[in-house]
């Protein structure tokens, strides 16, 4: 009994002393409980819910009063603001997919009543090329519903360096989907560029009305001015036109404004190359069929890149094939250049089928730049065949540099022996 009154009591006692305390000071921390009906309640009403802490509230109400403040459509009194729930998730960030679908749910429910939520959802995503797709659904969203006021909000509140002009190309891409009289309106009336006849903000009409109606974009942009507006619209029609199929591709591109010879070169050549990636066969036909300018020659140089890669055997037959002795050579050089880097040997064998004449020598030159680095020796001998004095002592000499770098000795004797007359 002594031994109980010694140190069994005291221990109890002091359990008894922790239970109750522990018992005290937890209660304030201890989460309310709810009954079902408290629970729905606040589901349906979220301004009222102790789910949320008051710092993400005091950020919610930043945002949404800052938006308010930098947009011009119907604005509401917001005393105490609060967002969808599924907004909230976008904002308390999470789930990357989650947070992802909850942003279409919103967008796609987008309406005059609610869009001051949905920019502020969108705000709270960090700056720049990153949120570039939301930003699209935005602006996609907003221009069904208040154009004016979208492009107002990407002018004054998008970053200038990384979003106002993708911002405010995408508003009047969706709003010339709709109302194309509209947008072209507005955007000849808001044209701020120092060159009034090249107005920037027709690109993104452009691309709308592309979407819709691929000829009626294409019209807009024939009545365009030389300029950066009409470069850029040419290099996305080309590539909608391509994506429309060969016979639509190539129409288009045989009736390019022909004007400005250096934007023909360009936008046709990047047509080469996109149309040889789907049908080498036609795109040669195709460049056969074209007049013998830098354009043609652009394609070509596309067409022979792709066409090396999959049978370059086909390829020298057909450049072997072309009629005007012009364009063939060009189009031997063009050759040359990327076969000799993936096969020197054959390479050599079909120009060994050609005999020394002054019109080859640019051909050989370069199949002598190609190989110095890796066969000096064969670039040496490859370059005495070359008919012009000039290019002849050029070629050697690169052909020399490139061994002398390898094999000094032997390069020194290779010279004495067959280069008697070229100091």
């Avoid at 830098?294 to 370059?312: E, F, H, I």
């Avoid at 005007?324 to 000799?340: C, F, N, P, V």
């Avoid at 190609?370 to 020796?377: A, H, M």
Wanted: hydrophobic share 40%.
């Amino acid at each position: 009994m002594k031994l109980f009154l010694k140190i069994g009591l005291p221990w109890i006692c002091s359990l008894a002393a922790i239970f109750y305390l522990g018992l005290h000071l937890g209660s304030s921390s201890t989460p309310p409980k709810y009954s079902d009906e408290e629970v729905e309640e606040k589901r349906k009403n979220p301004q009222t819910s102790s789910f949320q802490t008051p710092s993400r509230e005091n950020k919610l109400q930043s945002l949404t009063t800052s938006s308010t403040n930098s947009t011009r459509f119907p604005q509401k009194s917001i005393n105490n603001p609060s967002l969808p729930p599924n907004l909230i998730r976008i904002m308390e960030g999470g789930d990357m997919i989650e947070s992802m679908g909850a942003y279409l749910d919103a967008v796609r429910a987008m309406d005059k009543g609610n869009v001051t939520e949905v920019i502020s959802a969108f705000e709270a995503l960090p700056k720049g090329y990153g949120r570039h797709l939301e930003m699209k659904l935005l602006m996609r969203s907003w221009s069904a519903i208040d154009p004016e006021a979208a492009l107002q909000y990407a002018n004054e509140s998008l970053d200038p360096k990384s979003e106002r002009r993708f911002g405010i190309s995408e508003v009047l891409a969706g709003w010339a989907n709709r109302d194309p009289d509209g947008a072209i309106e507005w955007a000849k009336a808001n044209n701020s560029s120092e060159k009034p006849e090249d107005n920037p903000l027709l690109l993104g009409v452009i691309k709308g009305l592309a979407e819709q109606n691929l000829d009626s974009a294409n019209q807009i942009f024939r009545n365009l001015p030389q300029g950066s507006a009409r470069w850029q619209a040419s290099t996305f029609l080309a590539q909608k036109y391509a994506e429309m199929g060969f016979d639509r591709a190539i129409d288009w591109a045989n009736q390019f404004p022909e004007e400005d010879e250096r934007m023909r070169e360009t936008i046709l050549g990047q047509m080469g190359a996109r149309l040889a990636r789907q049908d080498i066969t036609a795109t040669a036909q195709w460049v056969k069929s074209m007049k013998n300018d830098k354009a043609s020659l652009r394609v070509m140089d596309n067409l022979l890149t792709q066409w090396v890669t999959k049978d370059a055997t086909a390829a020298s037959q057909w450049v072997d094939r072309i009629a005007e002795d012009d364009k063939r050579y060009y189009g031997m050089k063009q050759l040359t250049s990327r076969w000799a880097l993936s096969d020197p040997i054959a390479t050599a064998e079909w120009l060994n089928s050609f005999p020394p004449q002054l019109e080859m020598d640019p051909v050989v030159n370069e199949f002598v730049n190609r190989i110095s680095t890796r066969d000096p020796e064969g670039a040496a001998g490859w370059a005495l065949s070359i008919v012009d004095p000039k290019t002849k002592e050029k070629a050697v000499n690169k052909a020399i540099a490139a061994w002398n770098r390898m094999d000094p000795e032997k390069a020194k004797t290779w010279q004495q022996n067959n280069l008697p007359r070229i100091k």
